[in-house]
Structure formats: C-alpha cells, structure tokens
C-alpha cells in the first residue's frame, strides 16, 4: 500500500493541486493529518476534495479555530483574520465536516495520523526526541504528525525512535 499523507494544507488549492499532479499515480490511499483551513483563499475546494478522496483524516488547531471551536486569542492576528474569514465563508457542509473531525490519533494499517503529540494536538513533535517521547503514549510502531510543516514521519525500532525522510519531488514534472 502507498499512501499520499498530507497536512497543514490551510486552504491553499494551489499547492495541494500541484502536489497531487506530482504524486499522481503513486499512491493507493490518501490521509490527512490536519489543518485543512487557515490563510489560504480556498477552503470549501481544499475540505471538499480532503472528504471525497481522504480515508482519515484528524483535525488540527486551525479546524478548531476556523469552526468555532476554539478561542482565536493565542493565534497572531494574520492567522486570526484568516479564521474568521474561513468562518464566513466555509459552506455548512463543510463547516460541519471540519468541526467534526476527530483529535486524533486515528488509527489505519498499523500507523496512527496526530495532528501533534498524543497528549497535546497543539504540541510540535519535529525531531526524534519529541517522537520518542510521545511514542509511549502511542499503540503502534509507525506514525505521521502534522502541525510543523515538516515533512516525513517517525517509526519505533527497537528502542529508537528512527526519521522516515520524505520522498523527493520530482524535478522533471
């Protein structure tokens, strides 16, 4: 199975667009590990092509505030602006469906998609030492996190934790 993992998209249908003509073909299954909105100016494309093509998908904290489910007032004011934007014009359906999106961490073939630390959906889990920690609260050996805007993902091995580096974009495309 390849999977297309992706996260931190913040409405922005431009770039989600061009990393699909990229992975075109060479994925089986696709999954998302939040902030589907935020910033950018597209967030009904971004939520609806995340809901008809993503198999899991875990909310993160621009889902939140972009809902109403969270207070804006430990967001800077750009990303305040855009959540309130987001508010105003994400469709009902849509609204709905990020609301309710779950926390994490969801659970698929063997990996677990957080959105941050399984304590913590706000917490930066961005090297090997954040990752082991939160490895301890997790129940498989393989897991993806959003919220950094890094890519790649960690894997438990034998008492370590190891960085999956993420594949190569190809130049040529």
């Not at 399984?118 to 939160?134: K, N, Q, T």
């Amino acid at each position: 199975m390849r999977y297309l993992i992706v996260s931190d998209i913040h409405a922005n249908w431009e770039a989600l667009e061009a990393v699909l003509e990229d992975a075109e073909g060479r994925y089986d299954r696709a999954v998302c590990c939040g902030d589907l909105v935020g910033y950018g100016a597209d967030p009904n494309r971004v939520v609806e092509w995340v809901r008809d093509h993503c198999s899991v998908t875990v909310r993160g904290n621009h889902d939140r505030a972009c809902t109403g489910l969270e207070d804006l007032e430990w967001f800077n004011p750009v990303a305040r602006a855009a959540a309130v934007w987001t508010l105003d014009n994400l469709s009902p359906e849509n609204a709905t469906f990020v609301r309710e999106l779950p926390h994490g961490p969801s659970f698929m073939d063997g990996i677990q998609l957080l959105h941050g630390s399984p304590l913590d959906e706000d917490e930066y889990v961005v090297g090997p030492e954040e990752a082991f920690e939160a490895f301890a609260y997790l129940e498989t050996h393989l897991a993806f996190f959003g919220h950094t805007h890094l890519q790649g993902g960690f894997v438990w091995n034998q008492a370590r934790v190891e960085t999956i580096p993420p594949v190569p974009i190809d130049s040529d495309r």
